[in-house]
């Protein structure tokens, strides 16, 4: 089953009800108009983009257990496909998280998981399929955003300072910048062109 933008505010609204922290809807609210940005002055689907951008984070809509596994991705992947739609919307629930098919890429510590447990092994196996251009664009703009564009300097010290630094975070910097010149280069331009509201956000 097909998903639309509009059906997956809906769903992303109907959730602030359910959290009690509501930072990450705004987040996915940011991520979600943003990538419909960069997809429109791509001559990408603009709907299609926006509407993964929306989902990407619902798993964060399900109580953290710190006992499992890449948590909010498996269950936001669980969510969409219990909702009935397709695999390309449950995928971006995982794939969001992590850069160049690499389980080690990305900007939160991996040094006490369980890496013999179900969900990593899934995700590691999963996240090898090639990205889209559409989910590159939601690796991008994941993070560029907040509940605003920033640069993606100033979104890496974001989650330094939440989420701290470790063995992978140099790592996970390199292919963030990298990603961004690989948008710059398919758009022949500086991609924070289109967002000239990120000189207000600095």
Not at 8 to 13: D, G, T
Not at 82 to 101: R, T, V
Not at 180 to 201: A, G, M, Q
Request: aromatic letters at 10%.
């Amino acid at each position: 089953m097909k998903l639309t933008s509009k059906k997956a505010l809906e769903i992303l609204e109907n959730t602030r009800k359910e959290v009690d922290n509501d930072h990450f809807i705004n987040h996915s609210i940011c991520v979600g108009n943003t990538a419909s940005v960069i997809a429109k002055a791509l001559n990408l689907d603009e709907d299609y983009a926006k509407t993964l951008g929306y989902i990407h984070d619902i798993g964060k809509k399900v109580k953290y257990n710190e006992n499992e596994v890449f948590h909010h991705e498996v269950c936001g992947y669980n969510y969409i496909k219990s909702l009935g739609y397709d695999e390309e919307y449950a995928g971006i629930c995982i794939k969001h998280s992590f850069l160049n098919n690499d389980v080690e890429c990305t900007s939160k510590s991996r040094e006490t998981i369980d890496k013999t447990s179900a969900n990593y092994e899934f995700v590691k196996n999963y996240i090898k399929k090639e990205y889209t251009i559409y989910e590159k664009i939601i690796n991008l703009c994941d993070l560029m955003c907040t509940d605003k564009v920033l640069t993606v300097d100033k979104r890496m010290i974001d989650l330094l300072l939440r989420h701290g630094v470790y063995d992978t975070t140099h790592y996970h910097i390199v292919e963030t910048c990298k990603l961004k010149k690989y948008f710059d280069s398919l758009l022949d331009y500086n991609l924070y062109d289109l967002f000239p509201e990120i000189k207000d956000n600095l």
